[in-house]
């Protein structure tokens, strides 16, 4: 299993937008929504991906995201010779998900996607609790082509602004820096990046 933070501190905390850019820039966390789980023919079935949003009317929200065999709304299931789906569909999906949300508990919207209120924080103390490594996704860490990842690793990034310097202060005290070349790649980019780091380890 692999697993990633997707942070963005604007990113809307509820689902009644159209405007996927003027909605904090969702249109970004869409991306890492397609890059985390699809490939050309199939579904990652072994990948986890949690959306923390700051952004208002109700921050912090935690969307987590563990497709398994299909993704709900999008029709696509694994070993789907061609999954259909579209942008618009993915959209609709975060969307749902928000609009579900019940205060004081953690909501399954459906199986393996649920949303809760959390801080970035507290979902990577239980993460590290459960005995996970936390990579921080940074483009001054170490090269991760000369780095052990340990199993079941964590990787953390933000958002087209990346992290406050207080919150990525913080986060270099507490995850391991990893980066993916000196270059700053989009977050769905290094998403795709790492996805094919772990790929080639595990073939
Ligand atoms: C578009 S970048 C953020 C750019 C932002 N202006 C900054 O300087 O942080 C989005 C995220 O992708 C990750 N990222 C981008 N390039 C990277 C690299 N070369 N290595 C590791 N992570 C990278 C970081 O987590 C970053 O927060």
């Not at 942070?7 to 929504?33: P, Q």
């Not at 990652?44 to 065999?69: A, C, I, Q, W």
């Not at 921080?136 to 990787?155: A, H």
Request: a positive charge; proline letters at 5%.
């Amino acid at each position: 299993m692999r697993e990633f933070i997707y942070f963005s501190s604007k990113a809307r905390t509820s689902g009644n937008f159209d405007d996927l850019m003027k909605a904090g820039r969702m249109d970004i966390a869409l991306h890492v929504v397609i890059n985390a789980f699809f490939l050309s023919h199939k579904l990652r079935d072994d990948t986890k991906l949690h959306l923390v949003f700051y952004g208002p009317p109700n921050p912090p929200m935690h969307l987590e995201m563990f497709p398994g065999s299909s993704i709900p709304e999008t029709g696509a299931q694994v070993k789907d010779d061609k999954p259909d789906i579209s942008k618009k569909d993915v959209a609709g999906l975060i969307k749902k998900m928000l609009f579900k949300f019940k205060d004081g508990q953690k909501t399954r919207v459906w199986n393996g996607f649920y949303i809760e209120k959390k801080p970035l924080f507290k979902l990577i103390e239980e993460l590290k609790q459960e005995g996970k490594n936390i990579y921080l996704l940074d483009e001054k860490g170490e090269n991760i082509r000369n780095m052990k990842i340990e199993k079941n690793p964590v990787f953390v990034l933000g958002d087209n602004e990346g992290f406050p310097n207080k919150e990525l202060k913080r986060l270099k005290k507490i995850c391991i820096p990893v980066s993916v070349g000196k270059k700053i790649y989009f977050a769905s980019q290094v998403v795709t990046i790492v996805n094919h780091e772990l790929d080639e380890r595990e073939s």
